[in-house]
């Protein structure tokens, strides 16, 4: 990786907050953990915050659950550092009043009498507002002394997914149609500030399959409409070409010569039953339809020209090495 | 291969006593596509089907003819009802919902109050949770109308499953929250008692929370709560009804997952939380299993005979045919081994397998065969 660091600019020069979000099921969470590594070379560090109580980052990184607290949990190609950050609303609101308010004892009266519970469970929406106000908080932070310099080099938020992703980055703008004056509508302003500003790109994750794509072009547009960086497309779980295209078409149409197939299995030693031909037969038909269909989900995200990157499906699972070389990979391409 | 208890559904939707389906499970797990597939099959095994969906793919949703969002059910053509049976299916909106609820139990007058009132547009309309109530409310209100005899019910895509559960009780903490009561009775009696037990003035506590807000959403807040009060109490009590039916033996619930790692987790956690609620489980869908018709073909040897080919430098389709069956069978071991740590963790949850299809499902044919593999193939 160190290698391939100076290999390649980042597409994304002067993005701070780089935001993944993805339809469900598509990896976005691992996604979101590959490239806070991948933004951790040389010196850099990264936070990688969790918002859906899932404690996933725990699990990728073999780490127990995360408290409410920024820990180191991997190092980076080239010694940076990945610290993440499991956000819990309840914690982040009274972390807020206290920063912005010097509530003291109102804000501890606040908690008695449920207006804390009552704003981050019964109303969803607040815990965006907290958890988008802690993340704006995050990425602002700087070193006491004279550098004054960041805290963190970038920040890498795991997000709610594609169908919430909207509604999630603009609950601020919503905060500021309730509240027309006061010091909430000034900390909703300035979230959303960074939120649309150049700073911030929204990474959307798929798969080659039809809904996630049809996700990803919606969320796109969405996106767009609320006046929201979009960032890249990552493709995960791309699967390599096995067979020639030629193959492929005679397999799609059910022609492939299964003697050469018998023929190639003898030559390799390999004996089998004649329906386990069949049923290699029968894969290859399967995979070829699953090809064409991928060619059809190619075709419509380069519709949507944003900056494409793919990673490969790693049919043994993620563990944390696979995460690294997930990592190198989006670093070759230009991702990080 | 299968390990642990099977299950099939055939049983669940075949049982004239099921009266209710809930299907749930994390994102992106194939649930809405399982209740479509339920919905149609016991549909055209005779019975009278309503599918309640969230948040169908555009395709899945047209295929049921859902293509109007106008939050009613809709009968879906192209259903074989010559059992006699038939299936409508709709799509909740859950503004629509929001707003029948508040029109259905409030005066004319005090109904355009709260429609006015801000806090009121952006509760109904953007913050997500709501979903899950009105999700709750709307299965209420079907199995009031008493039009069909089996309701199937796809939850929404939350950021937990559970949400779904946790619903009817998050309203009633909210009704019976102190924050609530002094809201309400900020000015009045109640109120002013209230804080005093826990010696705190009452201006203390507005103050800090006009700081906090400003004046004008205190104000927005607490007219909201009050032209909500009366009509809450309704709310509650059939979100409450809707609770207890779930836990009747009329309903089932079919946990969904895929052979993934988190998928399962969830399904794990969605299963224990049932038990420990007496919610009456059916068992655990798992989708997109992949299958192969050479399993004797291990994935070692499939590789060894790949770089054997190799090595000579001939067969290029054979060599290609043993790599992509490798791939499939490490793919198999992987979801194989999950599956058995999951039966291996809950041996008496039945579990049925619906095999991985190459592409979507958005035709009632597909749903039929998704149908079919949900009955145990």
Redesign the interface.
């Known amino acids: 990786m160190a290698s391939d660091s100076g290999a390649r600019e980042s597409d994304w020069e002067g993005v701070r907050l780089h935001v993944v979000t993805g339809?469900?099921?598509?990896g976005k969470?691992t996604v979101a953990a590959a490239l806070a590594i991948a933004l951790s070379g040389e010196g850099r560090r990264t936070l990688l915050v969790e918002v859906?109580?899932?404690q996933?980052i725990a699990?990728l990184f073999d780490s127990p659950p995360l408290p409410y607290e920024e820990r180191t949990v991997a190092v980076g190609p080239g010694g940076g550092e990945v610290v993440a950050l499991a956000v819990d609303p309840e914690e982040a609101l009274l972390e807020y009043?206290d920063m912005f308010?010097k509530?003291g004892?109102?804000?501890r009266?606040?908690r008695?009498?449920?207006?804390i519970?009552?704003a981050t469970?019964?109303?969803?929406?607040m815990r965006?507002v907290l958890i988008t106000g802690k993340v704006y908080e995050a990425v602002r932070r700087r070193k006491a002394g004279r550098s004054g310099a960041h805290v963190y080099d970038a920040v890498v938020l795991d997000a709610?997914?594609t169908?919430?992703i909207a509604?999630?980055l603009g609950?601020n703008a919503?905060v500021a149609?309730?509240?027309?004056?006061?010091?909430?509508?000034g900390q909703a302003d300035a979230i959303m500030g960074l939120l649309t500003s150049p700073m911030t790109a929204v990474h959307v994750v798929t798969l080659l399959?039809?809904?996630?794509v049809?996700e990803t072009a919606d969320a796109v547009a969405e996106l767009a409409a609320a006046g929201l960086p979009v960032g890249g497309i990552i493709v995960n779980a791309v699967?390599e070409p096995?067979?020639?295209v030629a193959?492929l078409t005679a397999a799609a149409k059910g022609r492939?010569?299964r003697a050469?197939?018998a023929?190639?299995?003898a030559?390799?030693?390999?004996s089998?039953?004649d329906?386990?031909?069949?049923?290699?037969?029968?894969?290859?038909a399967?995979?070829a339809?699953?090809v064409a269909?991928e060619k059809a989900q190619r075709r419509t995200l380069k519709g949507l020209a944003r900056p494409t990157y793919e990673l490969p499906l790693l049919?043994?699972?993620v563990d944390l090495g696979a995460l690294y070389e997930l990592a190198e990979r989006l670093c070759a391409q230009g991702a990080a | 291969m299968a390990a642990g208890r099977s299950l099939d559904l055939d049983d669940v939707i075949g049982d004239l006593r099921t009266r209710v389906v809930v299907c749930c499970g994390s994102g992106g797990v194939g649930k809405t596509t399982t209740a479509a597939a339920l919905g149609l099959r016991a549909a055209e095994q005779g019975r009278q089907v309503v599918v309640l969906t969230i948040d169908p793919a555009r395709r899945l949703a047209q295929s049921m003819g859902l293509d109007a969002l106008d939050n009613t059910p809709r009968r879906v053509k192209g259903a074989d009802e010559s059992a006699g049976g038939s299936l409508d299916a709709m799509m909740l909106d859950m503004k629509r919902t929001f707003d029948e609820v508040v029109f259905a139990h409030s005066t004319p007058e005090r109904a355009q109050a709260i429609m006015d009132n801000p806090f009121y547009q952006s509760l109904s309309s953007s913050f997500s949770g709501t979903q899950e109530y009105m999700a709750m409310e709307k299965l209420g209100q079907l199995r009031a109308e008493d039009r069909w005899d089996l309701i199937v019910v796809d939850t929404p895509p939350s950021r937990s499953a559970l949400d779904f559960l946790d619903a009817p009780k998050r309203l009633g903490s909210f009704l019976d929250g102190r924050f609530i009561r002094i809201l309400m009775g900020g000015a009045g009696k109640g109120g002013r008692a209230y804080l005093k037990v826990l010696g705190t003035g009452l201006g203390v506590v507005t103050g800090a929370l006009t700081r906090v807000l400003g004046a004008q959403v205190l104000k927005d807040l607490q007219a909201f709560i009050a032209a909500l009060d009366t009509m809450f109490g309704g709310f509650r009590e059939r979100a409450d009804a809707t609770y207890q039916l779930l836990k009747t033996s009329g309903t089932a619930f079919v946990v969904v997952a895929a052979p993934e790692r988190d998928a399962l987790r969830e399904a794990s956690y969605f299963v224990e939380r049932l038990g420990t609620e007496g919610m009456p489980l059916a068992g655990l869908v798992l989708n997109r299993v992949h299958t192969t018709g050479a399993k004797t073909l291990s994935a070692a040897r499939a590789t060894a005979g790949a770089e054997t080919l190799a090595e000579q430098g001939g067969h290029p389709l054979a060599a290609g045919v043993l790599r992509l069956h490798a791939e499939r069978m490490r793919i198999i071991e992987r979801e194989q081994s999950l599956r058995g740590r999951f039966t291996a963790a809950h041996p008496r949850v039945p579990v049925v397998d619906v095999p991985a299809q190459p592409g979507d499902v958005h035709d009632l044919a597909g749903l039929r065969t998704v149908g079919a593999a949900l009955a145990g193939g």
């Open positions: 339809k469900g099921g598509t969470t859906e109580g899932r996933g699990q009043l308010y509530l004892r109102a804000g009266a606040l008695k009498i449920g207006a519970d009552f469970t019964i109303a969803p929406g965006d709610p997914p169908g919430r509604r999630f609950v919503e149609g309730l509240a027309k004056v006061g010091p909430v509508r399959e039809e809904m996630p049809q699967r096995l067979l020639k193959d492939l010569p050469e197939v023929d190639g299995l030559a390799a030693g390999v089998v039953r329906g386990a031909i069949d049923g290699l037969l029968a894969e290859v399967e995979h339809e699953r269909l049919s043994e699972g």
